[in-house]
Nanobody
Framework: QVQLVESGGGLVQAGGSLRLSCAAS????????MGWFRQAPGKEREFVAA????????YYADSVKGRFTISRDNAKNTVYLQMNSLKPEDTASYYC?????????????????WGQGTQVTVSS
């Protein structure tokens, strides 16, 4: 089994930055595609970014492209999401997830294991 724990969320002003971390335990995630998703109240879970096993390929939602960066440190069994130029519409609970397939995809149903989420609130 694998456990995922997100951290780094908080309250930030528009234009500010946050760095989210997703620490995995129980087994290595070095062979897995990893994704970040977010969910705001009243909305469906939304794809944010994904990264392949080596970190050499990334995939971003249009809404965050150019502002967010996904990365990983397989030696630490951790995935990161650097969020810059934050906007109030980025306010949501952010979740990391494990995909068992090798292709970077955006559908939540393609991901098998999920963390508990960390809240990001961006004030105007």
């Amino acid at each position: 089994q694998v456990q995922l724990v997100e951290s780094g969320g908080g309250l930030v002003q528009a234009g500010g930055s946050l760095r989210l971390s997703c620490a995995a335990s129980g087994r290595t995630i070095s062979t897995n595609v990893m994704g970040w998703f977010r969910q705001a109240p009243g909305k469906e879970r939304e794809f944010v970014a994904a990264i392949n096993r080596s970190g050499g390929s990334t995939y971003y939602a249009d809404s965050v492209k150019g502002r967010f960066t996904i990365s990983r440190d397989n030696a630490k069994n951790t995935v990161y999401l650097q969020m810059n130029s934050l906007k109030p519409e980025d306010t949501a609970s952010y979740y990391c997830a494990v995909r068992l397939g090798a292709v970077l995809t955006s559908a939540p149903s393609d991901y098998s294991y999920w963390g508990q989420g960390t809240q990001v609130t961006v004030s105007s």
